[in-house]
């Protein structure tokens, strides 16, 4: 399968579909901005094209299109989806990395390691599951918004329930009791993973973003913040890490949803 033919079929009236589309797809950045939002491109440059248009003339159409887009962040969104997912699994690695060799958690020697790396391992695979998604896109065309959501709520929870586990692994049962400063911690893990979200921003490929893949990428946020707070907070109180730890990532996801409705209007 060849640009040609997705755009011939395009012009015809249909719209491409089979493993070797997919195949093509996947490696073809301009092809695949065809099928962006239920092939809404595809479609409206398949009936903007007059009846004496050959597939040529709209391939150039389909070019020009292209081409309006140019900058870091057209280069960043080109990249395939492993390099864009890694790119982003990588920005949550480094949080830990630095928290771990720089501001490690006082108790860090009495906390027991099976917990603290049982923690990390669930918030790394939410994380590994999460980021694919977000970064798959028009890629993933079995997806349904019932599904999208059910993933959306399922990245929310982590953080909670890890909340629950974390206290279990403490070498200083009186921090337990300790409440300390949520407000700290929130800001703290709040504001470190904002490069995270940039980074989501500069690589996601969609023009109008779905909802539910924005408060996706705003609750991954929150559990890279968990992530790197769970290697620097020594507080059990599960007061404390719901309100100070937990929270970031509804805090982000509701922002983020709440932002894209004026915007989508907008378009």
Same mark, same amino acid.
């Given at each position: 399968?060849?640009?040609?033919?997705?755009?011939?079929?395009?012009?015809?009236?249909?719209? *491409?579909?089979? *493993?070797?589309?997919?195949?093509?797809?996947?490696?073809?950045?301009?092809?695949?901005?065809?099928?962006?939002?239920?092939?809404?491109?595809?479609?409206?440059?398949?009936?903007?094209?007059?009846?004496?248009?050959?597939?040529?003339?709209?391939?150039?159409?389909?070019?020009?299109?292209?081409?309006?887009?140019?900058?870091?962040?057209?280069?960043?969104?080109?990249?395939?989806?492993?390099?864009?997912?890694?790119?982003?699994?990588?920005?949550?690695?480094?949080?830990?990395?630095?928290?771990?060799?720089?501001?490690?958690?006082?108790?860090?020697?009495?906390?027991?390691?099976?917990?603290?790396?049982?923690?990390?391992?669930?918030?790394?695979?939410?994380?590994?599951?999460?980021?694919?998604?977000?970064?798959?896109?028009?890629?993933? *065309?079995?997806?349904?918004?019932?599904?999208?959501?059910?993933?959306?709520?399922?990245?929310?929870?982590?953080?909670?329930?890890?909340?629950?586990?974390?206290?279990?692994?403490?070498?200083?049962?009186?921090?337990?009791?300790?409440?300390?400063?949520?407000?700290?911690?929130?800001?703290?893990?709040?504001?470190?993973?904002?490069?995270?979200?940039?980074?989501?921003?500069?690589?996601?490929?969609?023009?109008?973003?779905?909802?539910?893949?924005?408060?996706?990428?705003?609750?991954?946020?929150?559990?890279?913040?968990?992530?790197?707070?769970?290697?620097?907070?020594?507080?059990?109180?599960?007061?404390?890490?719901?309100?100070?730890?937990?929270?970031?990532?509804?805090?982000?996801?509701?922002?983020?949803?709440?932002?894209?409705? *004026?915007?989508?209007?907008?378009?």
């Amino acid at each position: 399968m060849e640009c040609a033919e997705i755009r011939s079929l395009f012009v015809a009236g249909r719209v *491409p579909a089979g *493993p070797d589309v997919d195949a093509h797809v996947r490696n073809c950045g301009h092809c695949r901005e065809l099928f962006d939002q239920n092939a809404q491109l595809g479609r409206r440059l398949a009936e903007a094209a007059l009846p004496e248009m050959e597939p040529g003339d709209l391939f150039a159409l389909v070019e020009r299109d292209v081409q309006q887009e140019v900058g870091l962040r057209a280069r960043l969104r080109g990249l395939p989806t492993r390099v864009r997912a890694g790119a982003l699994l990588s920005v949550a690695v480094a949080l830990l990395l630095f928290e771990l060799l720089l501001r490690r958690r006082p108790d860090f020697a009495e906390y027991s390691p099976a917990v603290f790396w049982g923690v990390v391992l669930a918030f790394g695979i939410a994380l590994v599951v999460g980021v694919l998604r977000v970064t798959r896109g028009t890629s993933a *065309p079995l997806d349904t918004e019932r599904r999208s959501r059910a993933v959306a709520a399922a990245l929310l929870v982590v953080p909670a329930l890890a909340s629950l586990v974390v206290p279990l692994g403490s070498g200083t049962p009186e921090m337990a009791a300790v409440w300390g400063h949520p407000e700290a911690c929130f800001a703290y893990g709040a504001a470190f993973v904002a490069p995270f979200l940039l980074l989501y921003w500069l690589l996601e490929r969609r023009d109008t973003v779905p909802v539910t893949a924005l408060v996706s990428a705003g609750a991954l946020a929150g559990i890279a913040a968990n992530l790197l707070l769970h290697a620097h907070c020594p507080s059990a109180h599960l007061g404390h890490l719901l309100l100070g730890h937990a929270s970031i990532g509804v805090v982000w996801a509701l922002g983020l949803g709440l932002l894209s409705r *004026p915007l989508q209007r907008s378009r």
